[in-house]
């Protein structure tokens, strides 16, 4: 029964194109992440929210915009789409924000064509 | 910032056998240590963690052992079973917001 809940599992785009990366935590946690793992490139740290707020953001482009509709929600904006971008996308939580477990969702993998 | 190093890529032993994954890092501020397992087209699943204030922790067949000096932990798992094969991740938190820092990750075969 998972408690992080990321939709849709598999998205494939057009390059240039706009998605949106769903992202529902369950496990009543006030902190959520969102993480990227690629073939280049280890898994990386991308943003952090606390109580719905920007806390920490480590993407260098802005095409990238995690939006917080709910506590418990914490979805990714990602526009103008390039092969680059392909990976697949971690939501992770955990109950607070300083050195405490931190869970991830089973990822959403994203391929740009 | 921090940087994570993990020693192997991969790794095989027998089953039955002890396993050790190595990390460095490099931010002396680091206090937090969590281990990640990632099975084939999974998501990562916690295993184990140690916190600065300690320098070993053991869960059932997993150890943690950290070196503040030297800036590296390790993880090891003992008594080996095949189900233990996957990818293993260290990481490291420093600073706030829970910033996990993750190693390239050790491709863990066990075989029988």
């Known amino acids: 029964d998972p408690k992080i809940i990321q939709k849709p599992k598999y998205l494939v785009a057009v390059t240039g194109s706009e998605k949106i990366l769903i992202c529902e935590q369950y496990l009543g946690h006030n902190a959520m992440y969102w993480y990227r793992q690629s073939a280049k490139k280890p898994l990386e740290f991308m943003f952090s929210y606390s109580y719905q707020k920007l806390m920490d953001n480590q993407t260098a482009s802005s095409r990238f915009q995690p939006q917080s509709s709910k506590k418990n929600h914490l979805d990714l904006q990602i526009t103008a789409l390039k092969p680059d971008d392909s990976a697949t996308y971690f939501c992770?939580?955990?109950?607070?924000?300083?050195?405490?477990?931190?869970?991830f969702g089973k990822g959403t993998r994203l391929t740009v064509v | 910032g921090e940087k994570v190093e993990q020693h192997e890529s991969t790794l095989s032993v027998r089953e039955g056998d002890s396993a050790v994954i190595n990390c460095t890092y490099t931010?002396?501020?680091?206090?937090?240590f969590p281990w990640y397992k990632q099975e084939a087209g999974k998501s990562l699943h916690f295993v184990i963690d140690?916190?600065?204030?300690?320098d070993r922790k053991q869960s059932q067949r997993l150890i943690v052992l950290l070196d503040k000096k030297a800036k590296r932990f390790s993880l090891h798992i003992t008594a080996t079973q095949p189900e233990d094969s996957a990818i293993y991740f260290c990481?490291?938190?420093?600073?706030?917001?829970?910033?996990?820092?993750f190693g390239a990750g050790t491709r863990l075969a066990v075989c029988p």
């Open positions: 140690i916190r600065s204030n300690v």
């Open positions: 931010d002396t501020a680091s206090s937090y």
């Open positions: 992770a939580s955990s109950h607070r924000t300083a050195n405490t477990e931190v869970f």
């Open positions: 990481a490291a938190i420093s600073g706030s917001f829970n910033k996990l820092t």
